[in-house]
């Protein structure tokens, strides 16, 4: 059952996932390739998992729970050049032999264990060119790198460092950022999923190394604004909570900005004061509709208001 099987020559090769595997799978590759195209995640998930990816799990083990999930979905893929020369060797050489697991079942167990991973291990192993690109550019600090970030926006950054799990639950890369080579670089942090083209380090636009000072200051912003707020001025932002937004405030633990004072007032609101960059407030609040108002500062105020007003005339 495990011997090396030859594929059709269509090299359409069958596997039967469990539903939430099949459920995962589609909402991973609607999210990173922006398409539901089962064949082609599945083919980059299996080209970035080398034979090393389950030394260390169940599956080396004869009593696999691995092999215990059911087979709820039956799906036809196609495997691209690359994967099906990896999986159907010419010298007949199936590396998943020595788990007595033919190509079909080997490939299951490999995307059931995927999909039991957290969301930033599944970016880490989908986006694994890219980070494995910024890693050494981190290493290396040769120059500085220009970069693509969604699909059109160029800037050059020193990288400094990547995210880690506890920090943020995306992947993101923590530099020093400028819009063009001659201009002043300032804390920033781009998400890993939307950086769409990495260019090698120029040395002539300057060095890539980041100074003590600066690795200081990278930290703090770290610690104060968090990973995906590291870019832009904190400022003092007042927040006016009816008692429904307080329990929201209290149960909605997802970015949640830390107040620096709290105040109740004699009519059952409550005002919060932020130290925080305007993007954390806007972006934490603005699904709370009317249980939260943004005082002051004035700006931020009427931008809120503002969406609001477009969103309503949107249903009008």
Known sequence: MYSSNPISPEQKQHISLSNYSYEVIRNDALTFLGKINISGFINRILNNCSESYFEDTDISRKDSKLRLYPKNQTLKIRLNNKV????????????????KLSQGEYIKALIEDYSRKTFFQRENIFYKETINTLSNSISEQKGIIPLIYDGTKKFYVKPFRLSNEYEAPYQYLVCLSAPAP??????ASFRISRITDIKDAVTSYGSGKIKEKEKKELERRIKENGVPYIFGDTIDIIVKLTPSGIDMYNSIFHQRPIYKDIHKEADGMTLLTFHLTERQITNYFFPFGKEATIISPDKTHDWIKSRYQEAFESYD
């Open 84 to 99: 099906c020369d990896y999986y159907y060797p010419f010298d007949g050489t199936w590396f998943g032999a020595k788990y």
């Open 182 to 187: 001659d201009k002043e670089m300032v804390p």
